[in-house]
């Protein structure tokens, strides 16, 4: 699946720049707080808005601190997948089981530097774990492959039945670095400035799903 991210379109213009995506597969929000990233973006009354208006279903990405307060409101928004921060977060499970009891699906969002193995037990009460492959804050930063070993731990443990997952990578996904993604096991792939960036973002999501979808065929 590919989840254009709107970090990269023109705010002043969101209903538009979601349509220009409407091939897409998510759309993914980011929503920053200036507290658990240095940055600040947008919150629930546009994620309410896009929700009305948005021809794809929407992907929230909350760099929040104190999900645990915040992140139901944008499952009860509609959004398909409410993902909140491992490192933001004092009780996963519960949060999970909110977003859940809310109608969404509920991700866990690891930074780079963030192991994985204390999530496993936790990660079973998710639908989404999401790899960050820069670190989170802004847009149009360099793709770190280092962490790919940690899409291909939770690959491994999806396909041997212990896990039930998307893998969801984020930060720096473009044309030359998807293929490297999907074949370490992602399967939801966020893309900013690599599809907001080009001038036709449509044939850009086709690009990128196709090297994808070659890459896990290899
Ligand atoms: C960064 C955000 C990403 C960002 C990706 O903190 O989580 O979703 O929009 O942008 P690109 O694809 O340009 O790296
Ligand atoms: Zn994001």
Known sequence: MIAPSLLSADFARLADEAQRVADADWLHVDVMDAHFVPNLTLGLPVVQALQAV??????????????ERWAPGYAEAGAR??????????????????????????????KPGTPLEPYLD?????????????????????????????????????RSGHLRLFLEVDGGINADTIEQAAAAGADVFVAGSAVYGAEDPAAAIAALRARAAAATQE
């Open 54 to 67: 948005s021809p794809v279903p929407l992907d929230c990405h909350l760099m929040i601190e104190a999900p």
């Open 81 to 110: 997948n409410v993902t909140v921060h491992a490192e933001a977060c004092a009780d996963p499970r519960a949060v999970a089981r909110d977003l859940r009891a809310a109608g969404a699906l509920a991700g866990l969002a690891i």
């Open 122 to 158: 936790v990660l079973a009460d998710f639908d989404t774990l999401l790899v960050m492959t820069v670190e989170p804050g802004f847009g149009g930063q360099s793709f770190m492959p280092e962490v790919l070993p940690k899409v291909q731990q939770a690959r491994r443990l999806v």
